[in-house]
């Protein structure tokens, strides 16, 4: 095979971390065979070598957090047959959507000396607000076999198969007592994405649902759940606020204890 | 590129490659003199220290972790220790001993990556790494198998490699198996040996005559190699507690340079990073580190930015030789994670990230809630004697082709190996046109 007929491969980075592209170049044992299937045709973080699109497959970090990023995923959208976002970043808007309830406004001027010369938009928002995504892959940070899966998959012309069943379906595969039932630990577990493996509840700790919300959800069950285990309704709000602040089953679960804690205790008592 | 008339050159590189993040450098030269050089950051804000606020103090490590994908641990265990100092907490050596083997494995797996997947390439006229391995695929194998170690280290320790699930403030949610620790010896002898052979290549490059009268501030340690704690010494005799530090670095807000600027009261520019900690530590580090870079040819301090790959290389042979010290003598700690009672009051944490000095400051009331945060990291401490480098190296280097000087002037930038998605958190960017 020549270097042209090569499908090519861009990736392209908005507000984000850097954690889910450098998730590519994680893949040691496969990197340079990958870099042999497909033609790394723009990838900043790694080759000063640009070539021009359009591109095979692009694979999208970040969320949109600015009205010239805002401007430059459409051009991205149309230099990509087929664009996959990477990330809770790009899927949801990642942490930094957080500001979306208080405005960049606010934000700014905790941070920085001369807000004026800050420009941001009021929210972060993830990818497929602004363009036509073909497929999400989630996670804070991404998995790397599921990054491997999705590059085969658009290589092949096929849906990847990842899973969006939840991460308690991991804890009962690999034989993990449960921690909210066993040990009243908060945990994220019945509500969550699976593709870490679980990892959280294996080391005694209740998932903290950087995988996004599983297919179907049922926040509420859980949220009564964690709030019968004494959990108070803003550390409740907090748990469901953070890497997927910008998913709606989580964000609404998030708005909905804040607002309860308002109302019980002025919103000022939080004892843990 | 690089445009204008005979008696104005302008080289604009509009996105600097092989660094972490996205930015862009400027220099403009008028009659033969560079007269402006700017690094221009276009990652925007997120907002880090405003988010935090409200948020529990335990929750900084995982919030923090998300500034930067590329040193994640660095920010977790400077935010631990900044919480810690808050709340008066001690924690056990066998603690410390293991935040400092996850840090180690953060060591190798950046250094690693900056060597062989970002700057090596300079050296050798490629544009990557794949580029490299069509000349010599043993040697980007060799780079990426140190990687990989370096990813297992902090997969064993903190669960996974990016964003550590295993980390807490007080220190770890559990104590990884010992038998899962014995079996990184093994990787790490042949990371040792893989390290050393590093050394030994790069030493070879050709490196362009350059000297650069830097300020260099990092950690200290009396018997170590500095890592996770320390105080912070400068080459021209600082001597003062991570707190201390702190209420030293003035950042200022500039329109014109689109960024916060970290620079110690008085106005001092300052460099952190391998350069700075090699030059106030060198004679701590362990003989067969020391045998490496006597071998290579770096002397006590070393002042050639463009031989900072070397030193890391150094350094990379001592983060493989601790972590294979500290598995070696590996006990479980217990309990994994000492008791943190919050208290009101305020708390500074400073550790060395792969690329230099990074510290945390927060103020917590005493619930445990996070009241203020301020976050300083290597890149914006490091970003005026980038510039300062620029300036001269593009100065020393104005007889070279348009793209020649372009990609000698991003090298320069390259040699601190900064990280703009962790400056960006308060860095704004105007780029100038």
Redesign the interface.
């Known amino acids: 095979m020549t270097a042209d007929e090569r499908p090519t491969l861009a990736v392209w980075?908005?507000?984000?971390?850097?954690?889910?592209?450098?998730?590519l170049?994680?893949c040691?044992?496969e990197?340079?065979a990958v870099?042999g299937a497909v033609r790394?045709a723009r990838f900043?973080?790694?080759?000063?070598?640009v070539v021009e699109g359009p591109y095979d497959l692009s694979l999208v970090e970040g969320s949109i957090?600015?009205a010239a990023?805002a401007e430059r995923i459409l051009e991205v959208r149309r230099s990509s047959r087929r664009l996959v976002t990477i990330g809770a970043c790009a899927a949801a808007g990642?942490?930094?959507a957080?500001?979306n309830s208080v405005g960049?406004a606010?934000?700014?001027g905790?941070?920085?000396?001369?807000p004026e010369?800050?420009?941001?938009l009021d929210t972060?928002t993830p990818i497929s607000a602004h363009v036509e995504v073909d497929f999400e892959l989630q996670g804070?940070?991404i998995d790397r076999h599921q990054l491997l899966e999705v590059i085969a998959a658009a290589l092949a012309g096929r849906r990847p198969v990842v899973p969006v069943h939840s991460v308690c379906q991991e804890c009962k595969g690999r034989g993990t007592v449960c921690l909210l039932v066993a040990g009243s630990t908060p945990c994220l577990g019945p509500v969550t994405r699976a593709g870490?493996g679980a990892?959280?509840p294996s080391?005694?700790?209740g998932c903290?649902g950087?995988f996004g919300p599983s297919a179907g959800a049922n926040t509420e069950a859980l949220t009564g759940r964690l709030l019968a285990s004494g959990m108070t309704p803003l550390?409740a709000s907090?748990l469901f606020a953070?890497?997927y602040s910008g998913a709606p089953a989580f964000a609404e679960q998030a708005a909905a204890l804040a607002g309860r804690d308002a109302g019980a205790a002025g919103g000022c008592e939080?004892?843990? | 590129m690089t445009h204008g008339s005979a008696r104005r050159r302008t080289v604009d590189v509009e996105g600097i490659a092989r660094v972490e993040g996205e930015g862009s450098l400027h220099i403009d030269v008028h009659d033969g003199v560079v007269a402006d050089v700017s690094l221009s950051i276009f990652e925007p804000p997120r907002f880090f220290e405003a988010l935090l606020v409200g948020r529990r103090a335990a929750e900084t490590p995982d919030i923090t972790a998300r500034i930067c994908g590329i040193c994640p641990v660095a920010y977790q265990m400077s935010a631990c220790a900044a919480i810690e100092d808050a709340c008066g907490t001690t924690v056990s050596e066998g603690i410390w001993d293991l935040r400092r083997l996850l840090y180690c494995g953060e060591w190798i797996e950046s250094h690693a990556l900056h060597i062989y997947l970002l700057h090596a390439p300079d050296f050798l006229g490629c544009a990557d790494a794949v580029e490299l391995a069509e000349h010599d695929r043993a040697v980007v194998e060799r780079g990426l198998a140190l990687k990989r170690t370096g990813n297992l280290v902090m997969e064993t320790v903190g669960g996974r490699a990016i964003h550590p699930v295993n980390v807490r403030v007080g220190g770890f949610y559990s104590a990884p198996d010992p038998a899962a620790v014995a079996a990184l010896a093994e990787p790490l002898r042949r990371a040792l040996d893989a390290a050393l052979a590093t050394v030994e290549w790069v030493s070879g490059f050709d490196f362009p005559d350059f000297q650069a009268d830097h300020r260099f501030v990092a950690l200290h340690h009396p018997d170590r190699y500095p890592i996770e704690s320390g105080r912070v010494g400068s080459s021209d005799g600082l001597d003062v507690s991570a707190s201390g530090f702190a209420d030293l670095v003035v950042e200022e807000h500039v329109a014109r340079s689109t960024a916060l600027h970290a620079r110690l009261e008085g106005g001092l520019d300052y460099l952190t990073g391998p350069m700075a900690r090699y030059a106030l530590n060198a004679g701590r580090l362990p003989g067969v580190a020391r045998q490496a870079a006597a071998a290579a040819g770096l002397g006590p301090v070393c002042t050639n930015p463009f031989k900072s790959i070397v030193v890391r290389a150094v350094e990379l042979v001592f983060a493989c030789h601790e972590a294979l010290r500290l598995v070696e003598a590996y006990e479980p700690p217990d309990p994994p994670a000492a008791a943190v009672l919050p208290r009101a009051g305020e708390g500074t944490g400073a550790t060395e990230a792969p690329r230099g000095l990074l510290f945390h400051r927060y103020r917590i009331d005493a619930d445990g809630v996070i009241e203020t945060a301020r976050i300083v990291p290597p890149t914006s401490q490091n970003q005026r004697a980038i510039e300062a480098d620029l300036r001269r190296v593009a100065q020393g280097s104005l007889d070279l082709p348009d793209d020649a000087l372009a990609w000698r002037c991003e090298q320069a930038v390259r040699n601190h190996d900064p990280c703009i998605s962790c400056a960006a958190h308060f860095l704004d960017v105007t780029v100038d046109r």
């Open positions: 980075k908005f507000a984000s971390c850097d954690g889910c592209q450098l998730t170049l994680d040691e044992d990197l340079l870099a790394i900043t973080e790694m080759t000063k070598a957090t600015t990023d990642g942490i930094q957080l500001r960049s606010a934000y700014a905790v941070v920085y000396a001369h010369y800050i420009s941001s972060s804070c940070p870490c990892l959280c080391i005694g700790r903290f950087c550390d907090r953070t890497f939080d004892r843990p």
